[in-house]
C-alpha cells in the first residue's frame, strides 16, 4: 500500500488567488508550497499596521481588528531596545494570526545591514500532514516594511 506524501491544506485566500507552487489539486501544500504560503501570508500580516501601541498590542487577545503590527516606522534600527521590541511584536503577531507556526521563536540577527535595517530569525515547527517540520525564517525589517524569505 502507498504511503500518502505529506501535505498541508492550502489556506482559502490562496485557493481563491493565484496559485501556489507545489498545490496539489489545488487543496494540498507540499514542503515547497508550504514555505512559499507561509512566506506570502507572514509578509501580507508583517506589513499590514493595527491601530494598537505596542504596549497595547504585546497584551491584546487578538482580533480582525488589531490584525498587524503597530506602526515602527519611529524606530531605530541601531537602538538595541527598539530591535527588541519589534521581535517581541512580531513574535506575538505570529502567535495571534499565524496559527500553522507553533513554538515561535524570534531573534535579532546581529550584524549591520545599514543604518535603516534589521534582520531577525524566526524558527517555528509547522505541519505538513502528520509529520512536524521545523521551520526557519528570515525577516528583513527597514522603516517601511518586513521582507521575509526562507532561511537557507
Known amino acids: 500500500m502507498p504511503g ?27 514542503a515547497v508550497g508550504l514555505g512559499v504560503s507561509l512566506v506570502l501570508d507572514l509578509e ?5 499596521r493595527s491601530s494598537l501601541t505596542f504596549e497595547q498590542f504585546l497584551v491584546s487577545e487578538g482580533s480582525v481588528l488589531d490584525y498587524g503590527l503597530p506602526e515602527f516606522g519611529w524606530m531605530s534600527p541601531r537602538s538595541l531596545s527598539d530591535r527588541a521590541l519589534l521581535g517581541l511584536a512580531i513574535k506575538r503577531a505570529i502567535e495571534l494570526y499565524e496559527p500553522r507556526i507553533q ?29 512536524a517540520v521545523r521551520a526557519e525564517l528570515n525577516l528583513f525589517a527597514d522603516q ?9
Not at 535579532?108 to 517555528?124: I, R, Y
Open 4 to 30: 500518502i506524501a505529506p501535505a498541508s491544506v492550502v489556506p482559502l485566500f490562496d485557493r481563491l488567488g493565484s496559485s501556489i507552487p507545489g498545490a496539489t489539486h489545488g487543496r494540498h501544500l507540499d
Open 44 to 48: 501580507r500580516l508583517l506589513n499590514s
Open 103 to 131: 513554538s515561535v521563536r524570534v531573534e535579532v540577527n546581529p550584524g549591520d545591514l545599514g543604518p535603516f535595517s534589521t534582520q531577525f530569525s524566526l524558527v517555528g515547527v509547522v505541519s505538513l500532514g502528520a509529520t
Open 144 to 152: 517601511q516594511r518586513i521582507r521575509v524569505e526562507v532561511a537557507d
